[in-house]
């Protein structure tokens, strides 16, 4: 297995994308696949997917180290 930083990744038969917004993209993919690319962008109008997030760092390959660590000191916190 290899990793790629593809907000989803197509293999053959098999889609798969990891988080939310990610399956959303997954979603207007599919759509365009399976009804064209109009349609799917049709879909993203009528759900208003437009996503510009507040804060740019959800992306670990251009995140610095004390931000990752960081990262990782909630998400251990959490599984407390």
Not at 5 to 32: E, F, M, P
Not at 45 to 59: I, K, M, Q, R, T
Not at 65 to 71: F, I, Q, V
Request: net charge negative.
């Amino acid at each position: 297995m290899k990793y790629v930083s593809d907000r989803y990744v197509r293999t053959g038969k098999v889609i798969t994308a990891a988080g939310v917004s990610a399956g959303i993209d997954l979603a207007l993919c599919l759509a365009a696949l399976i009804a064209g690319e109009e349609t799917a962008r049709a879909v993203q109008l009528a759900v208003e997917y437009d996503p510009h997030p507040p804060v740019d760092s959800g992306n670990a390959a251009t995140a610095g180290p004390e931000l990752k660590a960081l990262a990782l000191q909630l998400l251990a916190q959490s599984q407390k």
